[in-house]
């Protein structure tokens, strides 16, 4: 590869229903989407984009890649997003030296990880 990675930039999450998906993301998030097609719905989220992308596939989705967003708080966080009718997939775990870690499995099946650490700053 002859480029440099410059780190990421877009998680797409695919969803049966995009409607109910910018529904319930723009009520986990907290933030309305800055587009929003039928095609495609993008959210800003801290300067990274968060998609949601129809797929009426009955393929099952891998669960090889995790996206971890940031939050101040894993424990709090992975019961927010039970409460909003996500479901776990990782429990909230310290993997060591202060950093937690946790997934959830939205309605639609992806996996939505969060990540508390303290080491991680941006350049």
């Given at each position: 590869?002859?480029?440099?990675?410059?780190?990421?930039?877009?998680?797409?999450?695919?969803?049966?229903?995009?409607?109910?998906?910018k529904e319930w993301y723009s009520r986990v998030l907290g933030i309305q989407p800055y587009f929003d097609q039928p095609f495609y719905v993008g959210y800003n989220v801290a300067g990274y984009e968060l998609g949601l992308q129809p797929d009426e596939?009955?393929?099952?989705?891998?669960?090889?890649?995790?996206?971890?967003?940031?939050?101040?708080?894993?424990?709090?966080?992975?019961?927010?997003?039970?409460?909003?009718?996500?479901?776990?997939?990782?429990?909230?775990?310290?993997?060591?030296?202060?950093?937690?870690?946790?997934?959830?499995?939205?309605?639609?099946?992806?996996?939505?990880?969060?990540?508390?650490?303290?080491?991680?700053?941006?350049?």
């Amino acid at each position: 590869m002859h480029q440099k990675l410059q780190g990421i930039r877009t998680a797409i999450y695919r969803v049966a229903d995009i409607v109910q998906a910018k529904e319930w993301y723009s009520r986990v998030l907290g933030i309305q989407p800055y587009f929003d097609q039928p095609f495609y719905v993008g959210y800003n989220v801290a300067g990274y984009e968060l998609g949601l992308q129809p797929d009426e596939s009955i393929e099952p989705k891998g669960t090889s890649v995790i996206t971890y967003w940031g939050v101040d708080d894993v424990s709090s966080a992975f019961s927010d997003l039970l409460a909003a009718g996500a479901t776990a997939f990782e429990q909230p775990s310290d993997v060591g030296d202060g950093i937690v870690v946790a997934a959830v499995k939205d309605p639609w099946g992806n996996i939505f990880g969060i990540i508390s650490n303290p080491h991680f700053k941006l350049p």
